[in-house]
């Protein structure tokens, strides 16, 4: 009879461990299939925890744990002082977005607004750096301000 229990539990506990295994291995492959609708992502500062952007756009594919395709993407970038205030909108029709490390890219169209309207970029294949501040422009990039530059274009 002890044996027979002893034997019951190890083939319990090993059923039990097999499905957790599977559930886990599962989990760790799953990816949706269908787009993510009205889709909202934002990301926050390492050492602040303040919001520095947030993305969103029509429709986002999961490409893999690290990759998302977002379509009609707006990307808005927060100052430290201020994550309330977009200080810079980004739009692009089609852009891949690697949320972990903060970096976005397309090879189509961007546009590029300051939160004051002073000026707008506009260009194509284009890639964003969260962490260095910075945007990349390397095909037709045009700058437009629509304030006064003072004395700098002498």
């Known amino acids: 009879m002890h044996f027979r229990l002893s034997s019951l539990i190890l083939s319990g506990c090993a059923l039990w461990a097999a499905a957790v295994v599977t559930t886990w291995a599962q989990e760790d ?18 050492e602040s925890g303040d919001r520095s ?12 744990k690290e990759e998302i395709e977002v379509s009609a993407m707006v990307l808005k970038t927060y100052a430290a002082d201020d994550p309330v205030t977009a200080q810079t909108v980004i739009q692009s029709p ?3 977005i690697y949320p972990s490390e903060g970096i976005a890219w397309g090879t189509g169209l961007i546009t590029i607004h300051d939160r004051h309207d002073a000026y707008s970029i506009i ?22 301000f629509r304030e006064s530059l ?3 274009i002498e």
Do not use: Q, Y
């Open 123 to 144: 260009g194509e294949d284009w890639a964003w750096h969260n962490k260095e501040h910075k945007i990349t422009i390397n095909k037709d990039a045009r700058v437009t």
């Open 150 to 152: 003072g004395s700098i």
């Open 29 to 46: 492959k799953m990816t949706p299939d269908a787009p993510i609708k009205n889709f909202r992502l934002p990301g926050f500062d390492e």
């Open 94 to 96: 089609l852009a891949i």
């Open 53 to 64: 952007w947030l993305l969103s756009g029509d429709e986002a594919r999961i490409k893999s």
